[in-house]
C-alpha cells in the first residue's frame, strides 16, 4: 500500500509541475490537432473515404502527440536539475518507473480525451463510438506509456536526446498502433466484437508484457 | 595469438570452399522444382537456397545479441557487449541482404517489389529497430553507459519481433512456406524433392560457417578498438 502511495506522490509531482507551467499538455493538444488538419490536406479527405482512413489519422494523432509528451518526461527532471533528486528519493527505483509511467499515461490520457470529441465531430462519427473510442485510447496509451518512459529515460542521457526517442520508440510499438488502428476501424465501422477480439488480446498483452519489461530493465538504465 | 590466427586463416579457407560450394550446387546441381511453370519463376526460385539460410543467420545474429545482453547485465564484462554490437552488425548486413535480394525476387514472381506481408513488414521493422540500435550506440559517450542501454534495447528487441510478426500476420499472407508444408504453400511456393533438401542444408551449413567467421574478424576488430580505448584512457590519465 506504501508503496502505492509513493507513486501517487511522484504523479502528484509532475502534475502539480504541469499545471503551475503548462508546458506540455497545451502544446500536446494543438499538434494532435494539427496532425488532423494536415492529414486533411495530405488526403484531402472526402466523405467516401473518410471513415476508411479516420482510424489511422487518430492513431497518428495520438502517437505523435504522445511522443512530445514523453520526450518532455525526463528532459525536463534533467535540465532542472532535478533528476538526482528524484533517484536520490529514499524508494525502489521501480516505483520511480511507475510513477513516472503513470503520470506519461495520464497526459497522453488528457490528451486522447480531449481529441477524441474534435475527432468525432471532424470525422461525423456517431457519438455512441466515443466510450468504446476512449477505452481503446487508454489501453494504446498504456502500451505507449510502458516503453516509453523507459526510453525517455534512455533518451535523456545521450547527445541526441529528443530526437532518438522516436527512433527507438516507434519500431517497437508497432504492434501496439496496429491493434489501436485495428480496434478504432472495428467501433467506427460498427463490426461485431468477435471480429476485433484479438487485436483486443494482442493489444492487452503487448500493454503488459511490455510494462512489465521496462519495470524491470529500468534499473539498468538509470543507475551510475 | 599466433595460434589463432592460424585457426582463423584455416576458418576463412573452409568457408570460403563450402561458400564456392553453396554457389555451385545451388545454381548447377539442385533440379527445377516440378510445379513451377515459367523459366523466369524457376530461375528466382534458386535464391531460395540463399535467402532462407540468409535470414536464418539474421535471426541467429540477433538471437546471440539478445543473449549477450543479458550476459553483459549479468556480468558487467566489456566482452559481451562487444559480441552484442559485433553480432548486430553482422545481423544487420544480412537483414540488409535478405530485404534487397527478396524484393528481387519478389518482382518476378509476385509481380511487385514490395508488399506489406508479415514477413516482409516484419524483416522491414527489424532492420529499422537494428539500425536505430546503431544510432543509439553512437549518441552515448561513456562506454558503460553504452554497453548498459544496447543490451536493454537489443533485448527488448528481440522479444519484440515475434509479436510484431503475430500482429502483421492478422493480414493475409502471400509468402511461400516451403518447409514443413506440402507441395508449398503461398504464391511462389514449390515442394522440397531429396536433392533440393540436401542442396539447402549445405547451404544452411556454409551460411551458419560464415556467419561465424564473419563474427569472428568483426569481434576481433572490436576487441582491438576497446584495447585502443583503453590505452588513450590511461595515458590521458597518466
Not at chain 1, 61 to 67: E, K, N
Not at chain 1, 186 to 204: G, H, K, R, T
Not at chain 2, 40 to 46: C, G, K, V
Request: with cysteine.
Amino acid at each position: 500500500m506504501h508503496h502505492l502511495r509513493k507513486i501517487l506522490a511522484i504523479v502528484a509531482k509532475d502534475l502539480a509541475a504541469e499545471l503551475r507551467t503548462r508546458e506540455m499538455l497545451g502544446a500536446m493538444f494543438v499538434f494532435a490537432l494539427l496532425v488532423i488538419f494536415i492529414f486533411n490536406f495530405a488526403f484531402e479527405l472526402r466523405a467516401e473515404n473518410q471513415r476508411a482512413l479516420a482510424p489511422g489519422v487518430l492513431w497518428v494523432a495520438i502517437t505523435f502527440s504522445g511522443m512530445l509528451g514523453l520526450s518532455r518526461s525526463f528532459i525536463r527532471e534533467k535540465d532542472r536539475g532535478s533528476l538526482e533528486g528524484l533517484l536520490l528519493a529514499p524508494v525502489d527505483r521501480g516505483v520511480i518507473f511507475l510513477g513516472k509511467m503513470l503520470g506519461n499515461a495520464l497526459f497522453i490520457a488528457v490528451i486522447d480525451f480531449i481529441v477524441l470529441p474534435v475527432f468525432v465531430v471532424l470525422f461525423n462519427i456517431p457519438v455512441t463510438a466515443l466510450p468504446p473510442l476512449a477505452v481503446i485510447a487508454v489501453l494504446g496509451t498504456i502500451g505507449l506509456s510502458g516503453v516509453g518512459t523507459l526510453f525517455s529515460a534512455m533518451a535523456v542521457h545521450t547527445r541526441a536526446r529528443e530526437v532518438l526517442l522516436p527512433v527507438l520508440l516507434f519500431p517497437l510499438i508497432v504492434p501496439v498502433i496496429l491493434s489501436a488502428v485495428k480496434l478504432s476501424a472495428a467501433v467506427i465501422d460498427n463490426l461485431p466484437f468477435a471480429e476485433a477480439q484479438q487485436w483486443l488480446s494482442l493489444l492487452l498483452a503487448f500493454d503488459i508484457v511490455f510494462a512489465v519489461l521496462s519495470f524491470l530493465f529500468f534499473d539498468y538504465v538509470v543507475e551510475e | 595469438m599466433k595460434h589463432h590466427t592460424h585457426l582463423m586463416i584455416g576458418l576463412f579457407i573452409v568457408t570460403g570452399l563450402l561458400m564456392i560450394g553453396a554457389i555451385v550446387l545451388a545454381l548447377g546441381v539442385a533440379p527445377d522444382p516440378v510445379n513451377l511453370a515459367t523459366p523466369t519463376e524457376r530461375f528466382a526460385q534458386r535464391i531460395f537456397y540463399f535467402h532462407v539460410p540468409n535470414w536464418w543467420v539474421g535471426f541467429l545474429a540477433y538471437l546471440v545479441a539478445a543473449v549477450a545482453g543479458a550476459l553483459y547485465l549479468i556480468s558487467r564484462q566489456e566482452r559481451w557487449d562487444a559480441v552484442g554490437v559485433s553480432s548486430i552488425e553482422v545481423g544487420l548486413t544480412f537483414n540488409t541482404i535478405g530485404l534487397i535480394s527478396g524484393s528481387i525476387w519478389a518482382k518476378p514472381t509476385w509481380n511487385t517489389w514490395w508488399t506489406w506481408e508479415p514477413r516482409l513488414t516484419t524483416a522491414a521493422i527489424g532492420w529499422l529497430m537494428y539500425v536505430g540500435y546503431l544510432i543509439l550506440r553512437s549518441a552515448i559517450e561513456n562506454p558503460q553507459r553504452r554497453a548498459r542501454f544496447a543490451a536493454v534495447f537489443s533485448i527488448l528487441a528481440f522479444l519484440d519481433v515475434p509479436v510484431i510478426f503475430l500482429a502483421i500476420r492478422w493480414w493475409r499472407t502471400i509468402h511461400p512456406v516451403v518447409i514443413g508444408a506440402e507441395g508449398g504453400q503461398g504464391v511462389g511456393g514449390f515442394a522440397l524433392g531429396p536433392t533440393i533438401q540436401l542442396v539447402f542444408f549445405f547451404c544452411l551449413v556454409a551460411f551458419t560457417l560464415l556467419y561465424v567467421t564473419l563474427m569472428l574478424v568483426r569481434l576481433r576488430t572490436e576487441f582491438l578498438s576497446q584495447r585502443v580505448e583503453r590505452l588513450r584512457q590511461h595515458l590521458m590519465f597518466r
